[in-house]
């Protein structure tokens, strides 16, 4: 059983759902929890993927509290009429966590996707660090992206013969989106010309950014598109009220700046491709980008994601607004900086590491394979 209920959960779990089903051993069920409602339904339909049960609890306002009680009674439900093997969860939403919890409670065994990564500081990023803590606890088998994920389960003592060294599933899902020619259906990004300007890929969203954080965001944007003429910013604006209630009176009929509502996963990957630069506080975006040549800053004071800032594709601006002018005016200032950045290899993988978990799931299970 594969469980999910976020867009960035649905991107990175639909290849390792698509793979499983090629295997003849595996049965393979997929619950909705519906944590994004409107985001996560756009995926689904994006990759022709259905769900088999979809305990469908977003409401307005809800909090991580409404979250975890929804889904770990909901996804009760489920296992009392399904009985899976082993459920597999993902990295480090409400949805993962409760749905661990409520294995747990059934004696139903745990698959941790994109497992290990750690900031070490329980509060930040919220609730995320301690979700994927806590579901490090649960799982029984623990699909980690990096070596240093893997050396974090193991100085939590986590036994090593239950850890897989596998990437990450979010470069499978390229295989899917990144095509050669794409043409994008949005009207203002249609009408872009990537060759002649330099093109900004904005996204901003995180829980801890909210408020004081997402507005310095703002307005480094407004500063950047401001000292550089020849710079569009791209900005797909989460659909969360505390986010748009502060992106939008900042933002809306701006030169240069141009909002949109988050966009299908194909036609990220390929705006990302297209950018000249990325500004994120997105965990996945991080990983994404360096296979995509496009150099990054990340939005936020800390990484749990530390390989691709070693690697040189990736760079912390932090959340003020004057730090963020000065990241992002040092590459679009020097082409060379900004190259080396856009070539540094990706240390999350081949794009494989679907294959990889499948594997291990059918040596766990004793499946000859064919």
Do not use: W
Not at 165 to 184: E, H, I, P
Not at 256 to 275: E, G, K, Q, V, Y
């Amino acid at each position: 059983m594969c469980v999910f209920g976020t867009r960035p959960e649905a991107i990175k779990m639909i290849p390792l759902v698509c793979e499983l089903e090629r295997r003849d051993g595996i049965t393979t069920l997929v619950t909705l929890t519906g944590q994004h409602r409107q985001m996560l339904d756009s995926v689904m339909s994006e990759f022709g993927v259905s769900a088999d049960y979809d305990l469908d609890i977003m409401k307005t306002g809800q909090s991580p509290t409404d979250i975890f009680a929804a889904v770990l009674t909901g996804f009760d439900r489920v296992l009392a009429e399904t009985s899976p093997d082993m459920v597999l969860v993902h990295g480090d939403t409400t949805t993962s966590v409760a749905a661990a919890l409520s294995s747990f409670h059934r004696h139903i065994r745990v698959g941790h996707v994109e497992a290990g990564l750690r900031t070490g500081d329980k509060y930040s990023p919220f609730p995320e660090e301690m979700n994927r803590t806590l579901t490090s606890r649960i799982a029984d088998l623990h699909f980690a992206p990096t070596e240093k994920n893997r050396q974090n389960l193991l100085a939590e003592g986590v036994r090593g013969e239950n850890i897989y060294l596998t990437g990450n599933t979010v470069l499978d899902a390229f295989a899917y989106t990144v095509k050669d020619g794409y043409a994008f259906t949005d009207p203002a990004l249609s009408r872009l010309d990537f060759t002649r300007g330099r093109i900004i890929t904005l996204t901003a969203h995180r829980r801890e950014n909210q408020g004081v954080g997402i507005e310095n965001i703002c307005r480094a944007a407004i500063e950047l598109t401001r000292r550089y003429p020849d710079v569009t910013i791209v900005y797909p604006v989460h659909m969360s009220p505390a986010v748009r209630g502060t992106v939008m009176p900042l933002l809306s009929d701006r030169e240069r700046i141009i909002l949109t509502d988050p966009l299908p996963a194909t036609a990220m990957h390929n705006l990302i491709a297209r950018s000249y630069l990325v500004l994120t506080d997105s965990g996945g975006i991080q990983e994404e980008a360096p296979s995509l040549g496009a150099p990054v800053l990340v939005l936020r004071t800390e990484t749990e994601r530390p390989e691709a800032v070693e690697a040189g594709g990736v760079a912390m601006a932090g959340i003020n607004t004057d730090g963020i002018v000065a990241a992002a005016s040092s590459i679009l200032d020097d082409k060379a900086l900004h190259d080396r950045m856009a070539s540094a290899k990706n240390p999350y993988g081949d794009g494989h590491a679907s294959e990889r978990i499948a594997d291990a799931i059918e040596k766990y299970f004793g499946i000859e394979v064919k």
